[in-house]
């Protein structure tokens, strides 16, 4: 039941792809240890006064892309064989900035990432690239069993939801084999947006317009009344989302069945090499400048290495910390590696304008020196002689049982007689 660090095994991804060991975390005091590392190439019912809370909206629109390096902020790159949805949802309540993007309208000002096409293209791509990095996984936790009731907390395109819940057809989006499939689950995913495609075909499927850090008033769907209690809470790139994580987590203990799991997969932007070559870069000054503007509101973007502390302090055991490495740019010898560099790269490239523009601002950017620090970040990020990676966290921890809970309270009561 303590918590440990899984710095030595791995699954193999789905398609044969060899894995990079796993890193030890990347703290300030075992940084350079890193860096030597080797290259392995919320459905509410009853009284909610707020209506978004209680019901699913969906609507139907569309995008396509660019390479990374042209200076434009849609995603079909050509160098990475991945395929457009054809389908973006737009979001009615948004709201747009001097940036020209649009943002979520409901809890205006709660998350500073755009809601629009181009962003919904960037979360599937994204969500192809972290499956790569850490495995081939949809879910790392070791259930026995199919969750009954799963909760994706800000879920986005809903693209790993509807995955978990029910294998999506093979497309170019997903390049390796998915090896979950739990048809027998009911699976929620939660956003500030309603961004997610209607499936009629998926039924055990749903998304809701709701904030996860406010109480959550999920029911059962056969009674309608019964609190809903969840075998499994995932949550995945969610450092940017909550000023106190903790709340979060908290509301996930509480809604959660005695046994079940709750797991982050969150990348740390932080970035090391093999070869200290990335010690003044730009990649290092963007992710610092975007560190800096986050840390003004109060979001501590390097949170995912208090993951493992703060599920203890909550009540969580069995507390597991893997540490994946996600190389930047193609730089890796393995085949598979270098298009997961490819995919990162990508990611990191167009998505910049979008995903930093407030962050930049906050930091005390005017609007044209974050325009030079991304295009100054699009014209060296792909420099292979970097070497760069991005520690990938995943952290998974379980509810104990009642009974746990009672031995270790009589346990206490011993020690302290």
Same mark, same amino acid.
């Given at each position: ?125 994204? %969500? @192809?690239?972290?499956? *790569?990095?850490? !495995? /081939? ?8 069993? &199919? =969750? ?102 908290? %509301? @996930?203990?509480?809604? *959660?069945?005695? !046994? /079940? ?8 932007? &932080? =970035? ?146």
């Amino acid at each position: 039941m303590g918590s440990t660090t899984d710095t030595n095994t791995i699954d193999q991804p789905g398609d044969g792809a060899k894995e990079a060991p796993l890193l030890s975390p990347p703290n300030d005091t075992d940084k350079a240890a890193s860096e030597r590392a080797t290259d392995g190439d919320s459905a509410a019912t009853g009284d909610d006064p707020d209506p978004d809370r209680s019901k699913n909206r969906h609507s139907t629109s569309s995008a396509s892309g660019s390479l990374h390096s042209q200076p434009t902020s849609i995603l079909m790159p050509a160098e990475v064989p991945r395929e457009p949805t054809g389908s973006t949802i737009i979001e009615p309540d948004s709201v747009f900035d001097d940036s020209g993007r649009s943002f979520h309208g409901y809890k205006e000002g709660k998350y500073f990432l755009p809601n629009d096409a181009a962003e919904q293209d960037r979360l599937d791509l994204q %969500h @192809a690239m972290l499956m *790569m990095a850490t !495995g /081939g996984k949809l879910a790392h936790a070791p259930m026995d069993h &199919d =969750p009954e009731y799963v909760m994706d907390v800000a879920t986005g395109t809903g693209i790993w939801a509807i995955q978990f819940g029910t294998l999506a057809p093979t497309t170019a989006l997903s390049q390796i084999r998915i090896a979950q499939e739990h048809p027998g689950s009911h699976v929620i995913g939660t956003d500030l947006s309603k961004i997610q495609p209607a499936l009629p075909m998926v039924q055990n499927c749903e998304f809701v317009k709701d904030d996860a850090e406010e109480e959550w008033l999920y029911r059962t769907p056969e009674t309608g009344t019964e609190k809903m209690l969840f075998d499994y809470v995932h949550l995945r790139m969610v450092f940017t989302c909550f000023p106190d994580n903790l709340v979060v987590m908290r %509301h @996930a203990f509480d809604n *959660m069945r005695p !046994g /079940g799991w709750i797991e982050y997969c969150d990348l740390y932007i &932080d =970035p090391l090499s093999r070869t200290g070559r990335h010690e003044g870069s730009t990649v290092q000054k963007f992710w610092a400048t975007f560190r800096k503007g986050m840390s003004k509101i109060g979001r501590d973007m390097l949170c995912p290495r208090n993951y493992k502390t703060w599920l203890a302090e909550v009540g969580f055991v069995d507390i597991q910390e893997q540490i994946h490495r996600c190389p930047l740019a193609d730089w890796p010898s393995d085949p598979a590696r270098k298009r997961l560099g490819q995919y990162a790269l990508v990611n990191l490239t167009e998505g910049a304008r979008g995903f930093s523009w407030k962050a930049l601002g906050f930091a005390g950017l005017s609007a044209d020196e974050k325009e030079n620090l991304i295009a100054e970040l699009r014209r060296d990020a792909g420099d292979p002689s970097l070497e760069i990676f991005h520690p990938v966290y995943v952290v998974y921890a379980r509810k104990p049982h009642d009974w746990e809970v009672e031995q270790k309270t009589q346990a206490q009561a011993a020690r302290d007689c």
